[in-house]
């Protein structure tokens, strides 16, 4: 399958992410993962994008365009993707649709996930990440089960990202109200969009991604079981 998470920063796209591409056959695609290992790696698409994003400020379209054009030619995605962070404006969208053509594939859904401002705020000046396994914590919502020492890999080295403050916050929101959120209306016109409630526990929001994942899957089934139908019955 490959689909899109969408939803404002904060509204817990990573997490679930993760937790879906270790549940089913798809690999995580975050382009705010790359453009921060492109800024590690020092060079200098990755300098001048770590300058905006420290400001909350959206990168380029054509820098994030090229980044995902190129992760999904990767031989793993062939199994299926789900796309954390990108499209973020309609004309990443539009590059979305002509690529995925040109490449033969095609998205089986996006995943709106619906998360109030306050909830949103919380989340993000509270995350931190082990910085060895990169697993996703936060400060009240989901702490190590023994403090300091990350539950996936045991190693105590953790750290929290540099837009990740009261400050950038509001600048990330807006940008997200203006220029992503009518990717909602763009991708319901395509009768792609399906939408869950993002503000319960981690556990309750991903089996409800399951749930509508598990249903776009069986009536794409059924569809193609119905056109072989009235192909060959
Ligand atoms: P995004 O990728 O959308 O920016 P993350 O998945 O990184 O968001 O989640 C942001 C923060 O909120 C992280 O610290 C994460 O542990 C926490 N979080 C994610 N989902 C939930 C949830 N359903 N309830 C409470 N906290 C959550
Ligand atoms: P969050 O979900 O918390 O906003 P991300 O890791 O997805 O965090 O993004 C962090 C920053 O990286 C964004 O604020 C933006 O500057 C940049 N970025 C990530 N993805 C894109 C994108 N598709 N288009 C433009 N900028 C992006
Ligand atoms: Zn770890």
């Given at each position: ?125 509270g995350r931190f990440t082990c910085?060895?396994?990169?697993e996703g914590y936060h400060d009240r919502f989901k702490t190590p089960a023994v403090e300091g020492v990350c539950d996936?890999?045991?190693?105590s080295?953790f ?43 981690i ?31």
């Amino acid at each position: 399958m490959n689909i899109i998470l969408l939803g404002a920063p904060g509204a817990g796209k990573g997490t679930q992410a993760k937790r879906l591409t270790s549940e089913r056959d798809m690999v995580q695609l975050s382009t705010g993962d790359m453009l921060r290992q492109s800024a590690e790696s020092g060079s200098q698409i990755g300098i001048d994008a770590k300058a905006l994003m420290d400001k909350g400020e959206l990168v380029s379209d054509a820098v994030v365009v090229d980044i995902i054009s190129r992760r999904i030619d990767q031989p793993d995605c062939a199994k299926g993707f789900a796309l954390d962070g990108f499209p973020r404006t309609l004309e990443q969208a539009a590059a979305l649709d002509v690529m995925l053509d040109e490449k033969n594939k095609s998205l089986d859904a996006v995943v709106e996930m619906r998360v109030d401002d306050v909830e949103m705020v919380a989340r993000i000046v509270g995350r931190f990440t082990c910085a060895n396994c990169g697993e996703g914590y936060h400060d009240r919502f989901k702490t190590p089960a023994v403090e300091g020492v990350c539950d996936v890999c045991g190693v105590s080295d953790f750290q929290r990202r540099a837009d990740d403050n009261a400050n950038t916050v509001t600048t990330r929101l807006m940008a997200y109200y203006k220029k992503t959120s009518p990717l909602i209306g763009y991708y319901f016109a395509k009768g792609k969009l399906v939408t869950v409630d993002g503000m319960g526990t981690i556990d309750e929001v991903t089996k409800s991604i399951s749930n509508v994942l598990d249903q776009v899957d069986g009536s794409a089934k059924s569809q193609s079981r119905g056109l072989l139908g009235s192909i060959f019955g």
